[in-house]
């Protein structure tokens, strides 16, 4: 319990206000990391990267709305979100895309 | 961490041919009476909530199989589901096609082909 203490102060150090999920620092690939990637890489406007692991930090949900899948099929919008997390797919072993969405068709889903 | 052994061309051929001799493939992990993954389970879920013919390919038992299905598919993760010689998709792919209806027509067109 003292190392979880010790570790959460560090994340708190480095990644205060950068990141709204639990994660655990250990050289692997963290919610931060695959947000910054999806953020930078796609151009993305939105990013939310849900860590699902359970603190191993190796699971993720990400939903990501960019102009970057504008006619774009799934299956390629999937490719985009994939090859933007190549470095960081190397240490994930799940990655669940929940939604890709055009800024369009979110404004749509809001109803505005 | 791991090697990647690399797609050899003999393993490209025997894949091509597999894929193409079947009309819905499925490379998961486990087999489809067993499933060792929950995403995985997904696709035998709804492959046979579909009544689909399909055959499984279980890429644990095979460390050039697992990296080279994903050299060969251009996509990290299993599972990796194949119609009608196509790649099509992964897991997420197969839950919203299969929500929208688009699976089942897809899969329609593919055995009556």
């Known amino acids: ?112 | 961490v791991q090697a990647q052994p690399g797609l050899s061309p003999e393993l490209k051929d025997a894949l091509e041919k597999f894929i193409n001799s079947h009309k819905v493939v499925l490379f998961m992990k486990g087999t489809k009476q067993f499933p060792q993954c929950g995403f995985s389970n997904t696709c035998v879920q709804i492959l046979n909530t579909l009544n689909a013919p399909y055959e499984t390919v279980n890429i644990l038992e095979d460390e050039r199989l697992r990296s080279g299905m994903k050299e060969f598919s251009q996509w990290p993760t299993f599972p990796q589901v194949y119609i009608d010689g196509e790649f099509y998709g992964g897991c997420d792919i197969m839950i919203e096609a299969y929500t929208n209806g688009e699976l089942v027509e897809t899969l329609e067109a593919a055995v009556n082909s």
């Not at chain 1, 939903?63 to 985009?80: D, P, Y």
Request: glycine share 8%; with cysteine.
């Open chain 1, 1 to 112: 319990m003292a190392l979880r203490a010790t570790t959460l102060s560090l994340q708190k150090v480095l990644f205060s206000g950068s990141f709204a999920g639990p994660l655990v620092i250990r050289g692997m690939a963290t919610a931060a990391d695959v947000e910054k990637a999806l953020k930078e890489r796609l151009k993305a406007s939105e990013v939310t990267v849900i860590d699902t692991s359970g603190g191993c930090g190796a699971s993720f949900d990400v939903a990501v709305i960019s102009e970057a899948f504008e006619g774009k099929r799934l299956l390629e919008r999937h490719r985009l979100i994939n090859n933007a997390l190549a470095e960081e797919m190397k240490q994930i072993h799940a990655l669940s895309i929940r939604q890709c969405w055009t800024p369009e068709q979110q404004k749509k889903a809001q109803g505005t």
